[in-house]
């Protein structure tokens, strides 16, 4: 199991069109992969939209992103790049 924390640059937060992004990414691994937040200590199921909506998450939330399975340091890293890219948004 691999883990990193990552923050929400992206003006709009954690909306629909980044947690289908983070899903469809998500998806593409075997690993389980599990967001929590770390304000709250929350969780969500990362290949789940209703679950990774359910968390709220704003600009400058902080984020832990958890993989684990056999592909986790490449699901990992996928994941973390796209958060920190501000899945592409301005």
């Avoid at 992004?21 to 937040?37: C, H, Y």
């Amino acid at each position: 199991m691999v883990s990193k924390q990552a923050t929400i640059r992206n003006a709009a937060g954690f909306h629909i069109r980044p947690a289908q992004l983070f899903t469809e990414q998500a998806g593409k691994f075997q690993s389980q992969i599990n967001i929590a937040v770390e304000a709250n200590g929350v969780r969500a199921d990362g290949k789940s939209i209703l679950g990774l909506m359910t968390l709220g998450l704003q600009q400058g939330s902080v984020i832990t992103i958890t993989a684990d399975g056999p592909d986790e340091s490449e699901a990992l890293e996928a994941l973390v790049s796209l958060v920190e890219s501000g899945f592409g948004e301005a």
